[in-house]
């Protein structure tokens, strides 16, 4: 994802790209962000502050392959999860 803003006023989408990697992308987006149905084996990259939900479906694990990243995988990624 080269040559995307730091940061994101509002909701990013970046669903159904067939992306393997989130490195380069926005570090902060204020509403929602999306990342499903791409080629994602790990969240490295992901922003570090997101305003909304994280949306990562039917990405493939490194260990288990074909199923979606769960809640406890991303608590290491800093971002808002009270609502959650």
């Known amino acids: ?3 995307t803003p730091r940061e994101i006023g509002g909701n990013f989408w ?3 790209n067939q992306l393997t ?4 992308g926005p570090r902060e987006v204020a509403g929602d962000y999306g990342c499903s149905y791409n080629k ?9 502050e997101i305003g909304g939900v994280f949306k990562c479906y039917a990405n493939p694990f ?3 392959p ?3 990243f769960r809640k406890e ?7 808002t999860l009270e609502q959650q």
């Open 1 to 3: 994802m080269q040559g």
């Open 21 to 24: 990697s989130l490195q380069g």
């Open 14 to 16: 970046c669903a159904d």
């Open 73 to 79: 995988e991303i608590l290491g990624i800093p971002r």
């Open 40 to 48: 994602l084996t790990d969240l490295k990259g992901a922003p570090v």
């Open 62 to 64: 490194k260990e288990k």
């Open 66 to 68: 074909n199923t979606s």
